[in-house]
């Protein structure tokens, strides 16, 4: 049994995708702790009231955009960084093809 559940995590690669997972969820909080630490502070003098705080009042509806924007950040650097790593692994596994 041991034997076997070896075999499986080796076939599968848990333990890789378990490192992936843990990397990748400390560079959320990373870029997260970026964007608002460093980046929307810089923001905020022209925002009336702090980014986090900024909505827009459409009659009864209130649009958080500040959040907003801060998540979006987020999102863009974290997908840049998704994109630039994996686009060196690629690379390096077509290099190791030939």
Do not use: Q
Not at 25 to 40: C, E, P, Q, W, Y
Not at 46 to 60: D, H, M, Q, S, T
């Amino acid at each position: 049994m041991v034997k076997d559940f070896l075999s499986f995590l080796k076939e599968f690669k848990v333990i890789a995708l378990a490192v992936a997972f843990v990397i990748g969820n400390a560079s959320t909080n990373l870029i997260k702790s970026l964007v608002d630490n460093i980046l929307m502070p810089i923001i905020s003098p022209w925002v009336a009231g702090g980014w986090k705080e900024a909505v827009l009042n459409i009659g009864p509806i209130s649009l958080r955009w500040g959040a907003f924007l801060g998540e979006l950040i987020n999102f863009f650097f974290l997908a840049l960084i998704i994109f630039i790593v994996a686009k060196k692994i690629i690379k390096d596994e077509e290099l190791l093809k030939k």
